[in-house]
């Protein structure tokens, strides 16, 4: 009988009418293929869609006649009627080449199969974000570098797409407060240990614990993805890993979390401090969960891509049988086209530059996975109703510079380089030192872990809020041979408690970089991908039964 109802449809015959009695009355409505379905039926009705029936759809019971009707009908949610026509997707955009879109033309795929036109639209270099700089013919990360040992996209993408992973240096880290070293590490394990307690205590195993705590949690989201589960914010993204403490440490700065924990003002001065700095170029007051994710970027295991990170997003482009158009996108706007089968249908029209011409073409879902503001993508939202909020988000100006030449060892300590065995300088939050960390750095084809020798020239690697002068290079310098920079607008800049910008912008168009607020890291920005590519497949084929479902950790745990 289903079967006969929507071959009707299809038909253009009049669809039955049934009472709706969950709404009291009054959402009377028919029973008609959901717009664009693919695979799932739905039932829309007059007007708008019946949310009692939403909830039906997604395992609820308070639609009982509904409930009744489709069993009656023996209708599959799941699988539509075999030889039915399906409306069909034809074309998808992504906008940004970096690890969130190519990730996301990736996952696209694998949702929407061989069939569909996905263009990846780039107007720079094919990483973004991950790049790398040339110093005397060897190429060195000068953006993203390091990936966690528990970063599962990250690794799962290495291994599907044929590359390696190399170690990332692991030298003595010690920290400089503009005057003197107020911490050295040693290369022994047990005076490390000694030397912390003696004088912090036991806030480092505490820390210690506090982050492996907050990325246990974190390691749910990888279930939930490879069950296909979709979420529409990514405050309920956080929440699903774990619960409101978890919101919680997003709401609110690093440095209240830890004094209500108890960690002294020392400890967060003289350790905590100088890791959100080279990390993320800003205080403890940024979010408790960057903040996290900061500290995670110190553990041990720390890894990167032979050849550059950057690798990662050609090979994903590659994977994902996308076109790459090199240009600018400069607008979206809504538009209604008549598609094949005659119906007027919804499509975003998207144009770009490409050198001095201008293109457009027509998607019917578009994900935008660049920052958007004004001065890292410029695009321009039209004749949206209502109109797409405006993104005014500040991003942390920093620069990388690259020095290959023999660092004057005596600014950080008495010692000269011979006997200086830093591999990295943190530094305190000091208005008058210039650089955020200096640190020795390996070319990306190599793994190794370099050590300073006084004879002989290493790379270093320095970030700093602005460009090095040369008398700044030289204070730092006994000598140099090369020196390259890169400015980058990096990372937002946190100012807990804030609203993370919306996943969804309209009806079939997606942002991926709202995920950066909550942490900024090329994990986070593959999960945003992921995401996005199967709330997108979720919403176009109805399955909201798939999208932000509450207490998934409990429900999964018991499946296998
Ligand atoms: C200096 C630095 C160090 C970092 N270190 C680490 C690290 O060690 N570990 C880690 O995990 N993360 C690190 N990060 C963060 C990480 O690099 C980013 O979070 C991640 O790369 C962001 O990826 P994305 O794809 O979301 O954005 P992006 O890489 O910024 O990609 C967006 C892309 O969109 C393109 N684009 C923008 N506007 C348009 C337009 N209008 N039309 C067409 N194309 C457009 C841009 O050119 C860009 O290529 C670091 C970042 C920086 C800057
Ligand atoms: C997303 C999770 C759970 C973990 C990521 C941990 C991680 C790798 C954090 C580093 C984040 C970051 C923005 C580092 C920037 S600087 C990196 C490095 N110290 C360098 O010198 O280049």
Same mark, same amino acid.
């Given at each position: ?30 029973? #008609? /293929? ?8 739905? !039932? ?16 609820? @019971? ?53 069939? #569909? ?73 047990? !005076?490390?240990? !000694? ?15 506090? #982050? ?20 529409? @914010? ?28 108890? =960690? ?19 205080? +403890?007051?940024?979010?408790? =969960? ?71 073409? =027509? $998607? ?12 890292? @993508? ?31 060892? +005596? ?38 872990? /370099? ?10 690697? %320095? ?9 700044? %290079? ?35 168009? $997606? $942002? ?49």
């Amino acid at each position: 009988m289903a079967a006969t109802l929507f071959k009707m449809r299809a038909g253009k015959a009049p669809l039955p009418l049934f009472p709706c009695i969950g709404h009291k009355g009054a959402c009377a409505g028919r029973l #008609v /293929p959901p717009q664009r379905t693919v695979r799932a039926w739905g !039932i829309w009705l007059w007007g708008k869609k019946c949310n009692n029936l939403l909830l039906l759809l997604s395992g609820g @019971s308070v639609c009982p006649d509904l409930e009744l009707l489709l069993s009656s009908l023996q209708l599959s949610l799941a699988s539509p009627s075999p030889g039915f026509p399906k409306l069909s997707i034809t074309a998808l955009a992504v906008i940004g080449a970096g690890i969130g879109g190519t990730s996301a033309a990736y996952y696209l795929r694998q949702k929407f199969g061989k069939d #569909v036109k996905i263009d990846v639209f780039e107007k720079g270099k094919v990483g973004g974000r991950l790049a790398t700089l040339n110093v005397q013919g060897q190429e060195f990360e000068s953006g993203g570098s390091v990936i966690h040992p528990l970063n599962l996209h990250m690794k799962r993408f290495v291994k599907d797409l044929g590359l390696s992973a190399v170690q990332s240096p692991s030298g003595l880290v010690g920290v400089y407060n503009g005057e003197t070293l107020v911490y050295e590490e040693s290369s022994w394990f047990i !005076i490390n240990m !000694i030397k912390l307690i003696w004088h912090y205590g036991f806030q480092s195993l505490r820390m210690h614990m506090w #982050v492996e705590d907050i990325l246990d949690k974190f390691m749910r989201i990888y279930r939930y993805q490879s069950h296909d589960y979709a979420f529409s @914010s990514v405050e309920k993204l956080l929440h699903s890993l774990g619960g409101d403490d978890y919101l919680g440490l997003f709401n609110r700065s690093l440095l209240e979390t830890l004094q209500k924990a108890g =960690f002294s003002e020392k400890f967060l001065d003289e350790i905590i401090t100088p890791v959100m700095r080279v990390n993320y170029g800003q205080t +403890t007051n940024i979010n408790g =969960f960057v903040g996290a994710v900061s500290m995670a970027g110190t553990d041990p295991g720390l890894w990167a891509v032979k050849g550059g990170n950057k690798l990662v997003c050609s090979r994903l482009l590659q994977a994902s049988r996308s076109n790459l158009v090199s240009g600018l996108v400069m607008s979206i706007e809504e538009k209604t086209r008549t598609k094949q089968t005659g119906n007027p249908s919804k499509v975003y029209e998207v144009v770009y530059q490409t050198g001095s011409e201008t293109h457009s073409d =027509f $998607y019917d879902i578009v994900l935008v996975a660049t920052p958007l503001n004004r001065k890292m @993508s410029n695009i321009n939202f039209l004749n949206f109703d209502p109109p797409i909020e405006e993104f005014h988000q500040h991003y942390e100006p920093l620069v990388t510079t690259l020095i290959k030449g023999e660092l004057n060892s +005596t600014v950080f300590s008495s010692r000269a380089l011979n006997e200086f065995h830093l591999g990295t300088v943190l530094t305190t939050d000091n208005p008058d030192l210039f650089i955020n960390s200096i640190g020795l750095v390996s070319p990306v084809e190599e793994d190794n872990n /370099p050590q300073p020798k006084a004879d002989t020239a290493h790379v270093w690697k %320095i970030f700093s809020a602005a460009a090095l002068t040369k008398e700044q %290079i030289l204070k730092l310098f006994v000598s140099y041979d090369y020196a390259v920079k890169q400015s980058w607008l990096a990372y937002p800049h946190y100012t807990p408690p804030e609203k993370c910008p919306s996943i969804i912008l309209h009806d079939q168009l $997606y $942002y991926l970089n709202g995920i950066e607020f909550a942490a900024s890291a090329m994990e986070m920005s593959a999960i945003a991908g992921y995401n996005a590519a199967l709330l997108a497949y979720h919403r176009w084929n109805g399955n909201t039964h798939m999208i932000d479902q509450e207490d998934l950790y409990e429900r999964l745990k018991t499946e296998l």
